[in-house]
Every structure is written in structure tokens, then in C-alpha cells.
């Protein structure tokens, strides 16, 4: 019995972490047939889901069938984002990289195998799915299976490539523990011409680790 509680408690907390990914990525109010959708449940489970976090200020009802991020949920991004000392010089860095070599730039955190976009700039609005709060697919570029490749430095991984059928990345971690990665992503048929793109993106990452090292140092 005591199994079925907690594969039933696991199933709900899945869905209501579905729900909460899903205001918070999106862009404009979402309609209660596509929360649905998104996290697996009927809509009258999704409606009632839905009650619950709005009377926790974790979702908000503009308009009927209509929800958007709560004031909570809001405040939770905040406090996780205000203890980033680099988030500034990260996201000017992803302009820059982006405008100079034509691709999408991400800041990419990395944990337990699983990387999740945490910034991204597309100034060429190129036709990529992919947003602020995606998980990218599992790739040993982001667990320890990456580490101990050819070329690597002691506490610098080298540039993983990260190919899909459609797309392309070049991942350069920033930190020694390989939590956080800079990415170049790109269309197949839009690969670098050359090594330029990689330079730059190890450049950054380079740039951005030592800072982080300095920030170390002086705590």
C-alpha cells in the first residue's frame, strides 16, 4: 500500500510541476484545454490542480479558462536569480556570441545528467524550438561521461559538439564542477564554416570561469 501512495504522490507532484513549467516558460496567458495537454490530466483534474496553485499565488486567473504565473511563482525565480553573481555579465555574453557568429547562445545548467536552458539570445530569430526553461535531451556532454575526453585540461573540459538530426551545439562549461555551459545552437544545414565560432564560445567560457574563480577568492 505504502507503494501506491508514493507512485500517486509522485504522479501528482509530475503534474503539477508540468503545469508550473508551462506558465513559466510561456508568453502569454494559457488556456485551460492546453495546461491539460501539457500535464497529462483531464481537464477537470487540470482545472482543479489549477485552483489550488491560484489560491496559493503560484498561478493566477486573468480570465475565465486563462492562467498566468502567480505572484509566488514569480517571487520564486526572483530569489533563485538575485544570488547569481554572473547573471548580467552571462546574458551580455550571450548577446555578443550570438550576434557574432549567427547562432543561438544559451547559458545551459547542468545536474544529474539533465541541462536545462536558463538564458538565451536568438537576435537572427532563427527557427529553433527552444526556450527560456527547456530540458535538452540527455547527452554524455552533460554528465560525468563527458569528462576525460581528448584534449581535456585539468579543470577545463573541452568544447563538447552535441548533434541532433535537425540541430547542432557547441558546449563550453564555465565552472569546474560543470554546472553551467555556454552553447552555440544551430540549424544542420548552418554549421560553422570554421573554428571561429568555437574559439569565441571558448573564449567566453574561459572569461566567465575566471571570473567566477576571482568571485571565489574573494569570499
Known amino acids: 500500500m505504502g507503494d501506491d501512495v508514493n507512485t500517486s504522490a509522485r504522479s501528482v507532484a509530475d503534474k503539477v510541476m508540468a503545469l508550473l513549467h508551462a506558465l513559466g516558460s510561456a508568453g502569454e496567458p494559457l488556456r485551460l484545454a492546453a495546461l491539460s ?9 487540470a482545472r482543479s490542480l489549477l485552483l489550488d ?23 520564486l525565480a526572483a530569489a533563485v536569480v538575485r544570488y547569481d553573481p554572473l547573471g548580467g555579465v552571462i546574458a551580455d555574453s550571450l548577446g555578443a556570441l550570438a550576434r557574432a ?10 545536474a ?3 541541462a536545462v ?10 527557427p529553433l524550438p527552444l ?18 575526453a581528448p584534449g581535456a585540461q585539468p579543470g577545463r573540459e573541452p568544447i563538447g559538439e552535441y548533434p541532433t538530426a535537425s540541430s547542432w551545439m557547441l558546449a563550453a562549461p564555465t565552472d569546474v564542477d ?10 544542420a544545414f548552418l554549421r560553422p564554416q570554421d573554428d571561429s565560432a568555437a574559439q569565441l564560445l ?9 571570473s567566477m574563480d576571482g568571485l571565489r577568492d574573494v569570499g
Open 37 to 45: 495537454e501539457v500535464s497529462g490530466t483531464s481537464k477537470a483534474t
Open 131 to 148: 526556450r527560456v526553461g527547456d530540458e535538452l535531451p540527455a547527452h554524455a556532454v552533460w554528465s560525468e561521461a563527458g569528462e576525460g
Open 112 to 114: 544529474d545528467g539533465r
Open 117 to 126: 536552458v536558463l538564458g538565451l539570445e536568438n537576435p537572427q530569430r532563427l
Open 101 to 110: 557568429t549567427g547562432h543561438i547562445a544559451a547559458r545551459v545548467s547542468a
Open 53 to 75: 496553485l491560484c489560491s496559493q499565488g503560484y498561478a493566477h486567473s486573468p480570465a475565465r479558462g486563462l492562467y498566468t504565473p502567480g505572484p509566488r511563482l514569480q517571487g
Open 178 to 187: 560543470r554546472t553551467t555551459f555556454l552553447v552555440l545552437v544551430g540549424m
Open 202 to 210: 571558448a573564449g567566453h567560457a574561459r572569461a566567465l570561469g575566471e
